[in-house]
């Protein structure tokens, strides 16, 4: 006749034997409080969403991840020319990064980005195979948190994309018009990278 231990009894038996059956652990942190929402870029312009979020995040993984490894930024002329020689010399992706780290560290209490006109409505959209160019406005609003109003950065550019092996990524943004009297984003990029 076979003998049937409740489990209460087998637990009490593993405890004895000196394990626990049951380990606690630290809770997984969800990513979206450090990198934003990830969106695969099935689609050109989920590009535009995933460098919002990564943007808006305290990680820049999004961001990152929407970047061309060949990723390269053009700034204005006006800009150009506001800063020493070399200034935007070399803008790579990993520079890029370095930026955004730094504007980050300095715009703390929140950072937004919007791509396009509103709900990603382009003045200009060219896609073709495996390629797509948008241009249109953006703005960036970052606010430092020391009491100031936040700060608004904005222009007109052109941003080219292309379809890689993960989906689509941003390859350049090129920026070809102020609006209005705001400084661009390409301006705000330049002040950090003269600054050493």
């Given at each position: 006749m076979k003998r049937h231990f409740p489990a209460p009894a087998i637990m009490c038996l593993a405890l004895v034997l000196g394990g626990c059956l049951f380990t606690p652990r630290d809770p997984a942190k969800p990513e979206g409080d450090q990198a934003g929402n990830w969106i695969v870029p099935k689609s050109p312009k989920d590009v535009f969403l995933n460098l919002a979020s990564g943007i808006a995040a305290a990680g820049n993984s999004n961001y990152e991840r929407s970047l061309a490894e060949d990723f390269t930024f053009?700034?204005?002329d006006q800009d150009l020319l506001q800063f020493p020689d070399?200034?935007?010399d070399d803008w790579t992706k990993t520079v890029e990064m370095e930026i955004l780290d730094r504007i980050k560290g300095d715009f703390q209490a929140g950072r937004s980005a919007q791509y396009g006109h509103g709900n990603?409505?382009?003045?200009?959209?060219?896609?073709?195979?495996?390629?797509?160019?948008?241009?249109?406005?953006y703005r960036w609003t970052l606010d430092r948190g020391d009491g100031s109003e936040p700060e608004v950065?904005?222009?007109?550019?052109?941003?080219?994309?292309?379809?890689?092996t993960a989906g689509w990524i941003l390859e350049k943004w090129e920026e070809i018009e102020v609006i209005e009297s705001y400084p661009t984003a390409g301006n705000l990029r330049g002040t950090f990278r003269a600054a050493g």
């Open positions: 053009v700034p204005l070399g200034t935007y990603l409505v382009f003045t200009r959209e060219d896609i073709g195979v495996g390629w797509a160019e948008f241009e249109g406005p950065y904005s222009a007109t550019a052109v941003f080219y994309l292309r379809e890689g």
